[in-house]
Nanobody, 126 residues
Framework: QVQLVESGGGLVQAGGSLRLSCAAS????????MGWFRQAPGKEREFVAA????????YYADSVKGRFTISRDNAVNTVYLHLNSLKPEDTAVYYC???????????????????WGQGTQVTVSS
């Protein structure tokens, strides 16, 4: 089992940047594929980015490709999401998620993940 805690959200102007972090408990973090999702008010939770257990494979939603970067540091049990060129439509609560797997195929659906953090708010002003 793994517990996830996100941080790094905040209020930023359009065009700005943020770095979100997701710290995981436990000694088996490297066994987990990780994902970032977001949910805006009144909308369904949507896939943002995913990374395989080793960090060797990454995947992005078309809406964030070229602007966001997912990475992980297994030595400190943390996955990151770098958000650049932010737009007002990026405003949402951002969640990290974990699934214990060595498979490298992308996990884009929320139901493919077993563990979730509590979320961190990102607000982009125009």
């Amino acid at each position: 089992q793994v517990q996830l805690v996100e941080s790094g959200g905040g209020l930023v102007q359009a065009g700005g940047s943020l770095r979100l972090s997701c710290a995981a408990s436990g000694r088996t973090f490297s066994m987990y594929a990780m994902g970032w999702f977001r949910q805006a008010p009144g909308k369904e939770r949507e896939f943002v980015a995913a990374i395989s257990w080793s960090g060797g494979s990454t995947y992005y939603a078309d809406s964030v490709k070229g602007r966001f970067t997912i990475s992980r540091d297994n030595a400190v049990n943390t996955v990151y999401l770098h958000l650049n060129s932010l737009k007002p439509e990026d405003t949402a609560v951002y969640y990290c998620a974990a699934e214990r797997t060595y498979a490298t195929a992308p996990r884009r659906r929320p139901d493919e993940y077993d563990y979730w953090g509590q979320g961190t708010q990102v607000t982009v002003s125009s």
